[in-house]
């Protein structure tokens, strides 16, 4: 298997251009998981992105989770996301979907 995203160069292109998502985006996807919340207006206790590349999405979703974990199968990618967190309540690990870290 090709991992480009192991390359250095790629991982810091893929930082900079990734578009954002919208704040409304993240809205309704909390939105969504707030229908059958019997704690609205709580924080969540875990969110898992799976595939967080460098973890811009990871950190717009931290207002909204007690613990958060992002994990990538690029070790370049897991670097850069923890170079830029600066959530005490997000956590990266370098992993992939088939084996995901325990915790």
Known sequence: ???VYERKLITELYARHRP???AQLIKSIMGFCNRNN???GKQ???LLDVACG???ATRQFAPYFKRLLGVD???NQI???KHHN???NIFYEEGCAESLPEQ
């Open 86 to 88: 600066t959530h005490d």
């Open 79 to 81: 670097r850069l996301a």
């Open 20 to 22: 954002a998502y919208s």
């Open 73 to 75: 199968v690029s070790s």
């Open 54 to 56: 460098s973890g811009q």
């Open 1 to 3: 298997m090709i991992r």
């Open 44 to 46: 969540h206790d875990l």
């Open 38 to 40: 019997p704690q609205i």
